[in-house]
């Protein structure tokens, strides 16, 4: 059996904001190629974590490392795409065509005061097509649909082809149909190119029927494989109480790979 | 047909040519950094700087410097000072503008009053005089305006970055603070060369008007840029030249036409 290689491992990860504790004793370990679905209660510490992980919010404690190195010490940021929460919430009267904006996606440090080269241009029309945006690529970017804006985001994420994305929520306020199809493509990019993916998430659905990993998080954080054995209301009951009982109806898991 | 004939009379004329050319390059710069202020939501820094300018401009007059020269070290003094109140949390951006072009402007007034009175030539700074635009003058605005917009163009696309999300782009390594403290030296550096050609008064609507109008096209940023910096130009020398063949304030002309153009937009952006 082939070895997992790590990509993100966390130790006695402790987090703190405004003076009190959001995340605590946090220990696990990502391996490449993982799909993890991070769920828990609002002000559970999902976002906190993200942050964390990305270097943004400082830990009072623990060792965080990507792809085995600290990330006190990690440099090599373009392996990494996060989606944040607040992306979608653009100005809607920015002047940003859908391609200038993907193209922001390969601005770093490493181009720095020089011009987007062709083969820039080449990833950026290449992540269009891969989820599936090309038409909209000279459209402005207020004229989206919700559902528009999330596939443009992680295309921005993808052009800077890192190999491991966060996403904070990226499924808000869109309709079922619009979430199914962007899951698909999120399970696309997991499967087709190995990329790593770490999505926060309220949809319970999609994480058990989609992903390989569940994180669940209440300032604690506890990680399980899902696999056929895995029983979700064990797992959710201890972030969300036991006074909840989830209910998962087997044939919504066969509808989403049936639609495929 | 007799204005006609001024007009290509007046191409003839050192005094005109100086003009056109100071004034074009201004026109670009502000355009550009405008556009970049609009959306930083920063458009108010232009009207606070040419304002603490003007104690810079008293203080070259009274000392007997190049006023253009002391307006841009105060100028400078001013962008750093609204960046340490803002970043040491003393005060909220408008505040902090506030503050600044409020000590700039009654220093200013105090050195006038030390001096003996208003003069000419300190009116002219305040209403501006692109037409008495000198040699010394123009070299400066074209060396410190050629390198404005080359600066711009250099560092285009992460200045863009930036603006709209100034989180990713940090995390992308990008140097968000070192670019953001050029960026506002940049604005430091357009507002005192505008002072010469537009006046302390009406340096906000340079900056702001090409800006606004190629807002309301709806393009793409680049789009977006380009018209900007057109319709800069277009106003700049089209004031220049309406305010030379019927002897009427340079200054008024320019932004009377910056604004007709944005009104012509803002009519396309309803009828589109």
């Given at each position: 059996m082939q070895e997992k290689i790590p990509v993100l491992e966390v130790s006695d990860l402790h987090v703190a904001r405004s003076n009190s504790v959001?995340?605590?004793d946090a220990n696990f370990t990502i391996h490449q190629g993982d799909y993890v679905g991070i769920v828990g209660p609002n002000g559970g510490g999902k976002t906190t974590l993200l942050l964390a992980i990305l270097n943004i919010l400082p830990k009072t404690r623990g060792t965080i490392r990507l792809f085995g190195q600290d990330i006190e010490s990690f440099s090599r940021w373009e392996k990494v795409a996060y989606v944040p929460q607040h992306a979608v919430n653009f100005d809607p009267h920015f002047p940003l065509a859908v391609r200038e904006l993907v193209s922001l996606?390969?601005?770093n440090r490493g181009n720095l005061g020089r011009p987007l080269k062709r083969k820039d241009w080449e990833s950026v029309d290449e992540a269009l097509e891969f989820m599936g945006i090309s038409d909209i690529a000279n459209r402005r970017i207020g004229q989206l649909s919700g559902g528009q804006k999330q596939r443009v985001f992680v295309a921005k994420a993808l052009v800077r082809k890192p190999e491991i994305i966060l996403l904070d929520e990226p499924i808000v306020g869109v309709d079922a149909g619009t979430q199914e199809k962007f899951y698909k493509k999120l399970s696309d990019l997991n499967v087709a190119k190995g990329i790593t993916i770490m999505l926060v998430t309220h949809d319970l659905t999609a994480v058990f029927c989609r992903m390989s990993k569940v994180m669940c998080m209440n300032r604690w954080v506890n990680t399980a494989e899902i696999t056929e054995d895995l029983k979700p209301n064990e797992v959710l009951r201890k972030a969300y109480g036991e006074h909840f009982h989830f209910v998962f109806h087997e044939h919504e898991c066969k509808r989403v790979f049936e639609d495929e | 047909m007799n204005e006609l004939v001024d007009v290509f009379r007046l191409f003839g004329f050192q005094f005109f040519q100086n003009a056109l050319l100071g004034g074009t390059i201004v026109a670009l710069a502000c355009a550009w950094v405008g556009l970049f202020l609009i959306l930083r939501k920063e458009a108010m820094i232009g009207d606070g700087i040419a304002h603490t300018a003007f104690g810079g401009i008293a203080l070259g007059l009274f000392l007997g410097i190049n006023p253009i020269l002391t307006a841009l070290l105060v100028s400078i003094l001013a962008v750093l000072g609204i960046s340490y109140m803002r970043k040491r949390g003393l005060a909220q951006s408008d505040s902090a503008i506030a503050v600044m072009l409020a000590v700039g402007f009654s220093t200013g007034l105090i050195i006038i009053s030390l001096a003996g009175g208003f003069n000419v030539e300190l009116f002219s700074f305040l209403f501006g005089s692109i037409l008495t635009i000198d040699q010394t003058d123009l070299i400066i605005v074209s060396i410190l305006g050629i390198s404005t917009i080359l600066i711009l163009g250099i560092f285009y696309k992460e200045l863009l970055s930036m603006t709209f999300d100034e989180e990713d782009a940090r995390l992308m390594g990008i140097p968000v603070r070192l670019l953001s403290l050029t960026f506002n030296l940049l604005v430091a550096i357009t507002i005192v060369l505008s002072i010469k050609v537009i006046g302390v008064i009406l340096v906000v609507a340079l900056l702001v008007l090409p800006g606004l109008s190629a807002l309301q096209l709806n393009r793409s940023f680049k789009g977006t840029t380009l018209a900007a910096i057109g319709f800069g130009t277009v106003s700049m020398t089209t004031g220049i030249l309406l305010s030379a063949v019927y002897n009427v304030a340079t200054s008024g002309v320019i932004v009377f036409t910056a604004a007709g153009i944005f009104l012509f937009t803002a009519i396309y952006r309803k009828l589109e």
């Amino acid at each position: 059996m082939q070895e997992k290689i790590p990509v993100l491992e966390v130790s006695d990860l402790h987090v703190a904001r405004s003076n009190s504790v959001v995340i605590e004793d946090a220990n696990f370990t990502i391996h490449q190629g993982d799909y993890v679905g991070i769920v828990g209660p609002n002000g559970g510490g999902k976002t906190t974590l993200l942050l964390a992980i990305l270097n943004i919010l400082p830990k009072t404690r623990g060792t965080i490392r990507l792809f085995g190195q600290d990330i006190e010490s990690f440099s090599r940021w373009e392996k990494v795409a996060y989606v944040p929460q607040h992306a979608v919430n653009f100005d809607p009267h920015f002047p940003l065509a859908v391609r200038e904006l993907v193209s922001l996606g390969r601005v770093n440090r490493g181009n720095l005061g020089r011009p987007l080269k062709r083969k820039d241009w080449e990833s950026v029309d290449e992540a269009l097509e891969f989820m599936g945006i090309s038409d909209i690529a000279n459209r402005r970017i207020g004229q989206l649909s919700g559902g528009q804006k999330q596939r443009v985001f992680v295309a921005k994420a993808l052009v800077r082809k890192p190999e491991i994305i966060l996403l904070d929520e990226p499924i808000v306020g869109v309709d079922a149909g619009t979430q199914e199809k962007f899951y698909k493509k999120l399970s696309d990019l997991n499967v087709a190119k190995g990329i790593t993916i770490m999505l926060v998430t309220h949809d319970l659905t999609a994480v058990f029927c989609r992903m390989s990993k569940v994180m669940c998080m209440n300032r604690w954080v506890n990680t399980a494989e899902i696999t056929e054995d895995l029983k979700p209301n064990e797992v959710l009951r201890k972030a969300y109480g036991e006074h909840f009982h989830f209910v998962f109806h087997e044939h919504e898991c066969k509808r989403v790979f049936e639609d495929e | 047909m007799n204005e006609l004939v001024d007009v290509f009379r007046l191409f003839g004329f050192q005094f005109f040519q100086n003009a056109l050319l100071g004034g074009t390059i201004v026109a670009l710069a502000c355009a550009w950094v405008g556009l970049f202020l609009i959306l930083r939501k920063e458009a108010m820094i232009g009207d606070g700087i040419a304002h603490t300018a003007f104690g810079g401009i008293a203080l070259g007059l009274f000392l007997g410097i190049n006023p253009i020269l002391t307006a841009l070290l105060v100028s400078i003094l001013a962008v750093l000072g609204i960046s340490y109140m803002r970043k040491r949390g003393l005060a909220q951006s408008d505040s902090a503008i506030a503050v600044m072009l409020a000590v700039g402007f009654s220093t200013g007034l105090i050195i006038i009053s030390l001096a003996g009175g208003f003069n000419v030539e300190l009116f002219s700074f305040l209403f501006g005089s692109i037409l008495t635009i000198d040699q010394t003058d123009l070299i400066i605005v074209s060396i410190l305006g050629i390198s404005t917009i080359l600066i711009l163009g250099i560092f285009y696309k992460e200045l863009l970055s930036m603006t709209f999300d100034e989180e990713d782009a940090r995390l992308m390594g990008i140097p968000v603070r070192l670019l953001s403290l050029t960026f506002n030296l940049l604005v430091a550096i357009t507002i005192v060369l505008s002072i010469k050609v537009i006046g302390v008064i009406l340096v906000v609507a340079l900056l702001v008007l090409p800006g606004l109008s190629a807002l309301q096209l709806n393009r793409s940023f680049k789009g977006t840029t380009l018209a900007a910096i057109g319709f800069g130009t277009v106003s700049m020398t089209t004031g220049i030249l309406l305010s030379a063949v019927y002897n009427v304030a340079t200054s008024g002309v320019i932004v009377f036409t910056a604004a007709g153009i944005f009104l012509f937009t803002a009519i396309y952006r309803k009828l589109e």
